[in-house]
């Protein structure tokens, strides 16, 4: 068995889950030197909700951000978190956009490009994987990991095995919701390793307790990367702290070669940003335990604050426990979806909609129209055509890959952002976020135009005119 390898999530999914990706370049910089010696297998940094959060909260460019990391980290492989057809946006794009992005991805800085859809639909993924593949970067496949009639260890070996003929370099075992158990991952794993070829990388978020017990379980039966967070980012909807894993391993046929006092470092500097961010209220204490309904409803943490808050505001909140029961119901009408962005919201959506109107599916929300009809994609399980008839009525269900019926886009998107772009990947700033980018490009400007005013008055108060 060859040592475990450690991607640390601390720069992306650890601060998306429990500060809501609110950490700023200035305050990575400091310790980028630090965590590029201890020997991660990679840092996972850009992608997920860090592109929008950068432009809609931090004023920060996302792209500045990749070349800064890149330059810093020169002796670590840059990961990011990609949702196939939807890029890092909400909605499917035309495949030239995307090929442009995954171009403009790796020209910056991207070494490992980690590609999953919502509903495991490969089709979704296919143009991300062949961009990867031909701009030379590692793709590693994502299966989302759920439970229901519709999901089994057999059914995920088998996609894997699709995977891996599609050119994949790696597979994660992406558990969003913290919902493999110990014996579960055990047994996974084990059938993985038997049926593909290639490295198996778990990721397990730490909502349900679950996550240290699954991983070493997953360990035991071959998986080659963990994902971690240093440990005053781990815990709660966060993932396993690295420092207690790389402990774990310490001295066995795992022993990860981190070396502990390197991770210290790492450690005291986060630990000092962590103070920063409970002082500011940034980092709230009820994302930071365990949350034992994730196992007894399958709702990712996220999900169920999103719910409590829509039925605050319709003035409903008596009514938590009726939507958590109607949530597997939902779930299992819309073909049993995994619960991910977007799927989580949109049942979630629904299932609120069905208590508080007294009557199920009396209103229906325009994304759940969408799932039903096929719009993200081919479902687990197929619909029953009477109640995709009750949904979506005589509108023509999508049977191909959504993407099929987006008409290129990148050169009219192109054209809309020309009087604002200053770089190439303006444009897919653009792409994604439109307003919300508008809103930076300007801001931008705005501070270039002070920046200019301010040189200009320097140089006439030496030399008047």
């Given at each position: 068995?060859?040592?475990?390898k450690?991607?640390?999530?601390?720069?992306r999914?650890?601060?998306?889950?429990?500060?809501?990706?609110?950490?700023?370049?200035?305050?990575?910089l400091?310790?980028?030197?630090?965590m590029?010696?201890?020997?991660y297998?990679?840092?996972?940094?850009?992608?997920?909700?860090?592109?929008?959060?950068?432009?809609?909260?931090?004023?920060?460019d996302?792209?500045?951000?990749?070349?800064?990391?890149?330059?810093?980290?020169?002796?670590?492989?840059?990961?990011m978190?990609?949702?196939?057809?939807?890029?890092?946006?909400?909605?499917?794009?035309?495949?030239?956009?995307?090929?442009?992005?995954?171009?403009?991805?790796?020209?910056?800085?991207?070494?490992?490009?980690?590609?999953?859809?919502?509903?495991?639909?490969i089709?979704?993924?296919?143009?991300?994987?062949?961009?990867?593949?031909?701009?030379?970067?590692?793709?590693?496949?994502?299966?989302?990991?759920?439970?229901?009639?519709?999901?089994?260890?057999?059914?995920?070996?088998?996609?894997?095995?699709?995977?891996?003929?599609?050119?994949?370099d790696?597979?994660?075992?992406?558990?969003?919701?913290?919902?493999l158990?110990?014996?579960a991952?055990?047994?996974?794993?084990?059938?993985?390793?038997?049926?593909?070829?290639?490295?198996?990388?778990?990721?397990?978020?730490?909502?349900?307790?679950?996550?240290?017990?699954s991983?070493l379980?997953?360990?035991?039966?071959?998986a080659?990367?963990i994902?971690?967070?240093i440990?005053?980012?781990?815990m709660?909807?966060?993932?396993?702290?690295?420092?207690?894993?790389?402990?774990?391993l310490?001295?066995?046929?795992?022993?990860?070669?981190?070396d502990?006092?390197?991770?210290?470092?790492?450690?005291?500097?986060?630990?000092?940003?962590?103070e920063?961010?409970?002082?500011?209220?940034?980092?709230d204490?009820?994302?930071?335990?365990?949350d034992?309904?994730?196992?007894?409803?399958?709702?990712?943490?996220?999900?169920?604050?999103?719910?409590?808050?829509?039925?605050?505001?319709?003035?409903?909140?008596?009514?938590?426990?009726?939507?958590?029961?109607?949530?597997?119901?939902?779930?299992?009408?819309?073909?049993?979806?995994?619960?991910?962005?977007?799927?989580?919201?949109?049942?979630?959506?629904q299932?609120?909609?069905?208590?508080?109107?007294?009557?199920?599916?009396k209103?229906?929300?325009?994304?759940?129209?969408g799932?039903i009809?096929?719009?993200?994609?081919?479902?687990?399980?197929?619909?029953?055509?009477?109640?995709?008839?009750?949904?979506?009525?005589?509108?023509?269900?999508i049977?191909?890959?959504?993407?099929?019926?987006?008409?290129?886009?990148?050169?009219?998107?192109?054209?809309?952002?020309?009087?604002?772009?200053?770089?190439?990947e303006?444009?897919?700033?653009?792409?994604?976020?439109?307003?919300?980018?508008?809103?930076?490009?300007?801001?931008?400007?705005?501070?270039?135009?002070?920046?200019?005013?301010?040189?200009?008055?320097?140089?006439n108060?030496?030399?008047?005119?």
């Amino acid at each position: 068995m060859a040592n475990v390898k450690i991607t640390e999530t601390a720069l992306r999914d650890a601060h998306q889950s429990l500060i809501a990706t609110r950490m700023t370049i200035e305050e990575m910089l400091p310790i980028l030197p630090s965590m590029d010696k201890v020997g991660y297998y990679s840092i996972e940094c850009w992608g997920g909700a860090t592109f929008d959060a950068c432009l809609r909260f931090l004023d920060e460019d996302p792209w500045e951000r990749l070349r800064i990391l890149k330059k810093n980290l020169p002796n670590t492989k840059l990961q990011m978190l990609f949702r196939g057809q939807n890029m890092l946006g909400y909605r499917h794009y035309a495949d030239d956009v995307l090929e442009y992005f995954v171009k403009k991805c790796v020209y910056n800085g991207i070494d490992i490009i980690r590609i999953f859809d919502a509903l495991n639909d490969i089709r979704n993924m296919k143009t991300s994987i062949n961009a990867t593949k031909k701009e030379g970067a590692h793709f590693q496949a994502c299966i989302s990991y759920t439970l229901s009639p519709a999901h089994s260890i057999q059914k995920f070996v088998e996609f894997a095995k699709q995977l891996e003929n599609e050119g994949a370099d790696s597979i994660c075992i992406k558990d969003m919701a913290g919902l493999l158990k110990p014996y579960a991952t055990y047994e996974l794993v084990g059938s993985l390793k038997k049926s593909v070829k290639i490295p198996i990388q778990i990721h397990s978020h730490y909502t349900s307790g679950l996550a240290s017990m699954s991983v070493l379980k997953g360990i035991e039966a071959g998986a080659d990367m963990i994902d971690t967070a240093i440990s005053p980012l781990s815990m709660g909807t966060s993932h396993m702290a690295t420092e207690s894993l790389v402990a774990a391993l310490k001295e066995s046929e795992y022993d990860t070669g981190i070396d502990p006092l390197k991770l210290n470092e790492v450690k005291d500097y986060f630990q000092t940003l962590r103070e920063k961010y409970l002082e500011s209220g940034l980092l709230d204490t009820k994302v930071m335990g365990v949350d034992a309904n994730t196992l007894l409803y399958q709702v990712p943490g996220g999900m169920l604050s999103n719910l409590v808050s829509q039925l605050k505001q319709a003035g409903k909140s008596d009514k938590f426990e009726e939507v958590l029961n109607e949530i597997p119901k939902v779930r299992e009408d819309s073909g049993y979806p995994p619960l991910v962005t977007p799927t989580s919201q949109i049942v979630g959506t629904q299932a609120v909609f069905n208590v508080i109107s007294g009557e199920r599916y009396k209103t229906v929300t325009k994304e759940f129209k969408g799932l039903i009809r096929g719009e993200y994609g081919k479902t687990p399980e197929k619909i029953d055509p009477q109640f995709r008839k009750k949904i979506i009525g005589d509108e023509k269900p999508i049977d191909c890959r959504p993407a099929d019926l987006i008409s290129p886009e990148l050169d009219k998107l192109m054209a809309e952002a020309a009087k604002w772009a200053q770089q190439d990947e303006d444009v897919l700033s653009y792409a994604m976020f439109g307003a919300v980018a508008e809103k930076f490009f300007e801001k931008r400007l705005d501070r270039q135009i002070g920046i200019d005013n301010v040189h200009a008055d320097r140089i006439n108060k030496v030399l008047p005119i």
